[in-house]
């Protein structure tokens, strides 16, 4: 655990160059979902970012930011494509292990739901076409009835 830790902090000072380590969870190397075997938690990119500029350069993965996110903003209900179905576990799994621990709170809990798009034809679903109607005047604004948002 330890050597783990002095990696982990090695990363975070930028002792690595970009891409040469990553930090896993070795969760179960024989579970069949394989987001559930062991998935990478944090990655290594030297490029600025745009609001912390060059103080990281470590940085977390979708899977593992994402229900942390959820979790510190309050967020109950997080609502996905069906995409992102076999996301769930890993979901749930950072959920339930961080819950109560590193500050973060036990409840409420976020829930994943998958749902399928709706494929609807001769209708614009583009934002940025959309905002030309808007911007326009063509509508009264963003809560006319007539745009499909």
């Known amino acids: 655990m330890e050597e783990n830790l002095e990696l982990f902090e090695r990363m975070r000072r930028g002792e690595f160059p970009t891409g040469s380590r990553v930090l896993r969870a070795k969760i179960d190397p024989a579970h069949p979902n394989f987001k559930l075997r062991d998935p990478v938690l944090y990655r290594i990119v030297h490029a600025p970012h745009y609001h912390a500029g060059d103080k990281w350069v470590i940085y977390p993965m979708y899977d ?9 903003e309050g967020v109950t209900h997080s609502l996905c494509t069906l995409e992102f179905e076999n996301n769930r576990a890993i979901y749930d799994w950072v959920i339930e292990n961080l819950k ?12 994943q739901y998958e749902f399928a798009r709706l494929d609807l034809s001769h209708t614009v679903l583009s934002k940025r076409k959309l905002i030309r109607l808007v911007e326009g005047g063509h509508v009264s604004g963003w809560d006319d009835p007539r745009l499909p948002t």
């Open 100 to 111: 109560g621990k590193c500050g973060l709170p036990t409840s409420p809990r976020p829930h």
């Open 64 to 72: 593992f930011a994402h229900p942390l996110e959820d979790f510190i």
